[in-house]
């Protein structure tokens, strides 16, 4: 069942803060991955295969560097879940 992009926000947000310690209450979608949140490259790569696995989504590798904000990986699992 697809998830609502509010739904996939929090999820992600979930992931992020397990994989980096970074507090839920600053991911938020508007913060840039690498340069606000300081995910490096092998925190990104983690971090979609978390969200693959718990949005049951597959997100290419070409499709990583498209991902610059929280909210850009949120519009992306929500579109292709549908």
Same mark, same amino acid.
């Given at each position: 069942? %697809? #998830?609502?992009?509010?739904?996939?926000?929090?999820?992600? %947000?979930? !992931?992020?803060?397990?994989?980096? @310690?970074?507090?839920?209450?600053?991911? #938020?979608?508007?913060?840039?991955?690498?340069?606000?949140?300081?995910?490096?490259?092998?925190?990104? !790569?983690?971090? +979609?295969?978390?969200?693959?696995? /718990?949005?049951? +989504?597959?997100?290419?590798?070409?499709?990583?560097?498209?991902? /610059?904000?929280?909210? @850009? %990986?949120?519009?992306?699992?929500?579109?292709? #879940?549908?």
């Amino acid at each position: 069942m %697809a #998830q609502s992009e509010a739904e996939i926000l929090s999820g992600l %947000a979930a !992931i992020i803060n397990e994989l980096t @310690d970074i507090p839920v209450e600053e991911i #938020q979608a508007d913060k840039s991955l690498d340069e606000d949140l300081h995910v490096d490259s092998l925190s990104m !790569i983690e971090i +979609v295969n978390e969200a693959g696995e /718990r949005f049951g +989504v597959t997100i290419p590798d070409e499709e990583i560097a498209n991902l /610059r904000t929280v909210g @850009d %990986a949120a519009k992306y699992i929500a579109g292709a #879940q549908s």
